[in-house]
């Protein structure tokens, strides 16, 4: 029996595909309950503080850099979404005077425009907001040189390459969309071969960086999110780093504030991780594959799945 067409677009794989005994038991979740779904390999964290909760996220980039070495590199694969995370990391970096020269960082994605990658003069550019909120904000005898810097282009080969370079990633971290990808996973259409069925968690762990169209959800979510509400602003297509990068990160750690996925979004993920139910019209459960798993919430943000009428 085929599954059902999505609430959302009927021409893409999405959440709403999912069999509503999935569906259910996400939404009854508390947030006690969230918390319990911890097994080896996927940890839940929770911040009582929204301070705390971006505090906790800039130290990873500071303990992945405290590591690194000359002889020995290491990196940090990090999101735009969130980005109050971002200035902390430089403060922390300028006040400590930590010599970060040797540490390396990937950005996570970029748009696609025009059959390139988006300009950093571009308001919504990722790499801008990665230099403006952080590396340019580093004392310059301590941040790490520009070759350092490793930003999805749509020549994808120089960005493949460089995780195959000698550098350990110490972590990847990323935000929920409300599709429920990182970075720009998104689900596929459904269409061709994927007409019936998504496809398979080995097929998309397969996936590497490459240029994508996003699911419709996505650009309304970015438009709501950084720009003002206006649809037509958003790019329709990016470059997204894969799971096949993604699985060569030695820990993979997703931050949810409560800004960018709503509260059914932030407890159907932990749940289908926590209960190994990998599916990729559900991108972001496949990580139930990944041998180290963090979700971090803010207590604050996870709200409720009761039905209110507004």
Not at 74 to 82: H, L, S, T
Not at 125 to 144: G, T, Y
Request: hydrophobic share 40%; net charge neutral.
């Amino acid at each position: 029996m085929p599954r059902k067409l999505s609430s959302i677009s009927p021409d893409w794989w999405d959440y709403t595909t999912l069999d509503a005994d999935i569906i259910e038991a996400a939404a009854r979740l508390t947030p006690r309950d969230i918390e319990k779904l911890s097994r080896p390999g996927f940890k839940v964290v929770m911040y009582d503080t929204i301070t705390e909760f971006y505090l906790a996220e800039a130290l990873e980039y500071i303990n992945a850099w405290k590591r690194s070495a000359d002889d020995n590199p290491v990196g940090i694969c990090g999101p735009i979404g969130p980005t109050e995370q971002l200035p902390l990391v430089a403060r922390l970096v300028n006040d400590l005077g930590l010599n970060v020269r040797s540490g390396h960082f990937w950005g996570m994605d970029e748009w696609f425009l025009d059959g390139k990658e988006a300009p950093v003069t571009h308001p919504l550019s990722f790499e801008k907001a990665d230099r403006e909120m952080c590396f340019d904000r580093i004392e310059k005898q301590l941040r790490m040189p520009d070759a350092n810097l490793h930003f999805p282009k749509a020549d994808t080969a120089p960005y493949r390459k460089s995780w195959d370079a000698g550098v350990r990633c110490a972590v990847m971290q990323g935000g929920q969309g409300d599709v429920k990808h990182w970075a720009f996973n998104d689900p596929p259409q459904r269409t061709g071969k994927y007409k019936d069925a998504p496809p398979s968690v080995a097929e998309f762990r397969k996936l590497p960086t490459r240029v994508v169209k996003l699911h419709p959800l996505t650009v309304a979510q970015n438009a709501r999110t950084s720009g003002g509400g206006n649809i037509s602003l958003v790019p329709t297509m990016a470059i997204s780093v894969g799971p096949l990068e993604t699985w060569k990160a030695e820990k993979v750690s997703i931050w949810q504030a409560g800004n960018h996925d709503n509260p059914f979004g932030q407890r159907l993920t932990a749940y289908m991780i926590s209960k190994r139910i990998a599916d990729s019209a559900v991108p972001m459960s496949v990580l139930a594959e990944h041998p180290n798993v963090q979700f971090n919430y803010f207590r604050g943000g996870l709200g409720s799945c009761a039905v209110e009428m507004h």
